[in-house]
C-alpha cells in the first residue's frame, strides 16, 4: 500500500471534501481525485460512492481511516525522533569521570544539558582515571572527564582541553595558616597534613614539590580521594593539598573551610577524552561543549566569592 495515496485519503476522509483535501495537501483537486482511484485500484475496494461530484465515505473507508491511524501515529513519532536527534534532544550517552571533577562540575554540566534535552538519557560512572580511560578505549563509554593526565596518554584516545587549575591547600578557617596570603613546604612541615596516595594521580606531585623543595613531607592522614581529603580538613584533622575543583565544591560561603594558595604552583590539565576508532556523536559533542562553558562558569564563580585567586 502506498503511503501517499494513503496519506490523501486521510486528508479526504477529515476534511470530507476532495477541494478541502487538495487545499491541506497543497495539491490539485484533480490530484485527489486521481490519488483517490489509484488506492481504490490497488487495494480492490470502492471506498466513496460518488454522488452528485461528491465522494461519500462507505463503510469499508470508515474502517480504513480508523485503521490507519495507528501507521500515521507511528510515522508521526519516526519523524519527530529524526528531528530531535537532528537536534540533539534524543538519544543516549555513556559518560564516565574521575571524582574532582565527577563530583563537583559534570553534575553541574549533565543538568543543564537534560534541561534542553529531555528526551536523552545519561549514564554517568565516576572511577579513577586509570579506568576512564580504559573504558573509553574498550567503548563502554562515550565520553571521559580525567584531571592531571599526559595529554599523550594513548594513540587510541582523543583528548580536548577542558581547563587547567592549580592545587590548593584546604583547612579548617580556626587553623593559624587559614590568613596566609599563600602557603610553601617549608611552613607546612610542622603541621599535621592530609595526604593523597601514592597510587592516586595528584599524591605525587605533592611529594615531588616538597622533595623539590628538600623538606620533609610528614602525612598524619593518607587517603585516595581528595574529597575524603576535603571532609578531614575541614573536620580540623589537618591541612590537605587537593585540586581546586575539589576545594571549591567544599569551601563554599557557610562552611568552615579555608582554601589557601599552594607554592610552588602545580598546575593542572583537565580533559575530555573521546576514543579515535569511533565516530563522535553530536550529543557527546555537545555534552563536551556544555562540559568546558560549566567548568568557566564554576570556576569564575569562585573567583569571584574569594575562594579562588585570580
Request: glycine fraction near 4%; charge should be neutral; include cysteine.
Amino acid at each position: 500500500m502506498n503511503l501517499r495515496l494513503l496519506e490523501v485519503f486521510r486528508a479526504v476522509m477529515q476534511c470530507h471534501t476532495t477541494l478541502g483535501a487538495a487545499r491541506v495537501l497543497q495539491i490539485s483537486q484533480p490530484a485527489v481525485s486521481t490519488a483517490i482511484r489509484q488506492l481504490e485500484t490497488q487495494l480492490g475496494l470502492e471506498l466513496f460512492d460518488r454522488r452528485a461530484n461528491r465522494l461519500v465515505a462507505r463503510e469499508e473507508a470508515k474502517i480504513l481511516f480508523e485503521q490507519s491511524d495507528s501507521i500515521f501515529l507511528m510515522l508521526h513519532t519516526l519523524s519527530q525522533t529524526a528531528e530531535e536527534l537532528k537536534e540533539n534532544r534524543y538519544g543516549h550517552i555513556r559518560v564516565v569521570a574521575t571524582p574532582q571533577l565527577g563530583h563537583t562540575v559534570v553534575p553541574i554540566a549533565v543538568q543543564n544539558l537534560l534541561s534542553q534535552r529531555p528526551n536523552v538519557k545519561i549514564f554517568f560512572d565516576v572511577r579513577r582515571s586509570y579506568t576512564v580511560v580504559e573504558k573509553i578505549e574498550s567503548g563502554a563509554a562515550d565520553v571521559g572527564l580525567a584531571i592531571a593526565l599526559e595529554p599523550e596518554l594513548s594513540n587510541s584516545v582523543r583528548m580536548i582541553p577542558i581547563a587547567s587549575v592549580d592545587m590548593v591547600c584546604v583547612m579548617d578557617a580556626r587553623h593559624p595558616l587559614a590568613q596566609a596570603a599563600a602557603l610553601t613546604p617549608a611552613q607546612l612541615t610542622e603541621h599535621a597534613l592530609i595526604g593523597l596516595e601514592m597510587g592516586s594521580r595528584l599524591g605525587p606531585l605533592v611529594r615531588g614539590a616538597f622533595k623539590a623543595e628538600q623538606t620533609p613531607y610528614r602525612v598524619a592522614v593518607e587517603v585516595r580521594y581528595s574529597e575524603t581529603a576535603c571532609l578531614l580538613a575541614r573536620a580540623g584533622a589537618g591541612i590537605a593539598i587537593v585540586d581546586s575543583f575539589s576545594a571549591i565544591a567544599h569551601a563554599q560561603p557557610g562552611t568552615s573551610l579555608k582554601i589557601v594558595p599552594f607554592e610552588p604552583d602545580i598546575r593542572l590539565d583537565t580533559w575530555a577524552i573521546l576514543s579515535k576508532h569511533r565516530s563522535t556523536s553530536r550529543l557527546s559533542t555537545a555534552l563536551v561543549e556544555t562540559i568546558q562553558q560549566c567548568t568557566q562558569q564554576y570556576l569564575g564563580d569562585a573567583i569571584e566569592q574569594g575562594l579562588l585567586r585570580r
